[in-house]
């Protein structure tokens, strides 16, 4: 029942056309969801991501990756600079090996509009290497009644093990920074809101040659962080809804922070520290209870997913256990770029 059910869920994924690499913690991913989100926030920002997904179905689906941002300083122009981000993500799916190792580029293009606001525009490139295992599949029509057999031939066109595709994506974000406090923002508000569409180029898409081409996949995605006066705490609400073909998904949730200890402004002896706790729903999908853990330049979050949807009787709603780990250094741009102060400041 396992290894039908493996192949069932490729032949969902390689029929919708909508294999895209997926994670839940999905503020983690930043560049993941829109090009334009890089450097916004941080000068440098490197963020490590693991996702292991149905283990108790079948073989565990596994998914990981890095990201590295980093902004390039103009000296002339005060009110402007542009960003790069590199991002390798790696995932594995099933029984059958049915694989994407994602490789992009991205660049974006960041002007403040205001005192606490920027405006970015974001583009990027690279190539997802596709893979499967085809001897490792196995069709209803090799089902004999009772048992597999792999000897009953299952009349399907035998898929190539690999291609590769060149893909695209862009998007827009604004990102707005009000706080006078380094980590704890009790008197400030920080949100980034923006759009993306991804495969807008609409690559190929087919283990056998058939001509089909990949959905483009469109996002809006929001997340806030709403810090509350004198009581050492902040709101972290974040949403996403993508959309690709016939297919969409929501996501929704909200994190609560709790500052532990806030950096002194001046001397910077004493560190930032923070913990967060919260939880997400992706609709008709999973409830994700979620940790965030922030000291410093450093932040360590760990979610789990609830399996809700249909394959909760054979999941036992057991979904999947999910890592990240990100490093980031504040932007270096001062007052010019909307920091008050010249203090930087964390999301």
């Not at 149905?54 to 390039?72: C, D, H, K, M, N």
């Amino acid at each position: 029942m396992k290894k039908l059910l493996s192949s069932i869920l490729f032949i969902s994924a390689y029929a919708g056309q909508s294999q895209d690499i997926h994670f839940s913690q999905f503020n983690e991913t930043p560049v993941l969801i829109n090009p334009a989100m890089s450097c916004t926030a941080f000068d440098t920002r490197i963020i490590a991501n693991y996702k292991n997904q149905w283990a108790s179905v079948t073989s565990p689906f596994q998914t990981y990756g890095i990201s590295i941002e980093r902004a390039l300083k103009h000296l002339k122009l005060k009110k402007a600079y542009t960003g790069m981000s590199l991002s390798i993500y790696n995932d594995k799916a099933g029984d059958a090996g049915l694989g994407s190792l994602l490789v992009n580029l991205g660049f974006n293009a960041v002007i403040k509009t205001g005192k606490y606001e920027k405006l970015s525009a974001g583009i990027g490139g690279g190539v997802n290497y596709r893979t499967i295992n085809p001897s490792k599949l196995q069709w209803e029509s090799q089902y004999n009644g009772s048992v597999y057999d792999g000897a009953i031939t299952s009349g399907e066109s035998t898929p190539r093990s690999s291609f590769l595709q060149a893909d695209f994506v862009g998007g827009l974000a604004y990102h707005y920074a009000k706080s006078e406090r380094f980590i704890s923002a009790q008197d400030g508000t920080k949100f980034d809101i923006g759009i993306s569409a991804f495969h807008y180029n609409m690559p190929s898409y087919s283990f056998t040659n058939s001509g089909d081409k990949q959905f483009a996949k469109f996002a809006v995605h929001s997340n806030f962080d709403i810090g509350i006066k004198n009581a050492g705490m902040a709101i972290v609400p974040s949403f996403l809804y993508t959309r690709q073909g016939p297919s969409q998904e929501t996501n929704v949730g909200c994190m609560f922070k709790y500052i532990i200890q806030d950096q002194s402004v001046y001397t910077g002896i004493k560190k930032p520290c923070a913990i967060a706790l919260g939880a997400f729903y992706r609709v008709g999908d999973a409830i994700i209870p979620s940790l965030l853990f922030q000291y410093d330049k450093y932040a360590f979050s760990v979610s789990y997913d609830l399996n809700t949807s249909q394959l909760a009787g054979v999941s036992k709603a057991k979904g999947g256990l999910e890592f990240s780990l990100r490093f980031n250094t504040s932007p270096g741009y001062g007052k010019s770029l909307g920091n008050s102060v010249n203090k930087p400041t964390y999301k």
